[in-house]
């Protein structure tokens, strides 16, 4: 029955910013780190950014350090990613996911977390 569904996905031009959210539901959020992947039209699935069970432990890939932010709400079983100065390399479409205890050196592999929400179509582009 665990559902993740993202939002916020659309159309916004380089420099700009985006805010994707993420709906839990069915599973008990508190027990799972949560994880934003992207996937390129033609690549493979690329990790994005990380978050703890509770928050107190965020990661970033290098291409998004510092442009990007990851939060999650417990309460409201909520996952966001706050996307700013956009570039065009940042086109994709955008998975939440959900593991339990994920560590440092596996939580950018895909196949490690147990749910996955269908995406949302971020482009970026002038």
């Known amino acids: 029955q665990a559902r993740l569904v993202e939002s916020g996905g659309g159309l916004v031009q380089p420099g700009g910013s985006l805010r994707l959210s993420c709906a839990a539901s069915?599973?008990?959020?508190?027990?799972?780190?949560l994880a934003w992947f992207r996937q390129a039209p033609g690549k493979e699935r690329e990790w994005v950014s990380f978050?703890?069970?509770?928050?107190?432990?965020?990661h970033y890939a290098d291409s998004v350090q510092g442009r990007f932010t990851i939060s999650r709400d417990n309460a409201k079983s909520t996952l966001e990613l706050q996307m700013n100065s956009v570039k065009p390399e940042d086109t994709g479409i955008y998975f939440c996911a959900a593991g339990p205890w994920m560590t440092l050196v596996r939580m950018a592999t895909a196949a490690r977390y147990h749910y996955w929400g269908q995406g949302t179509q971020v482009t970026v582009s002038s």
């Open positions: 069915g599973f008990t959020i508190d027990d799972y780190d």
């Open positions: 978050i703890n069970r509770h928050g107190r432990q965020t």
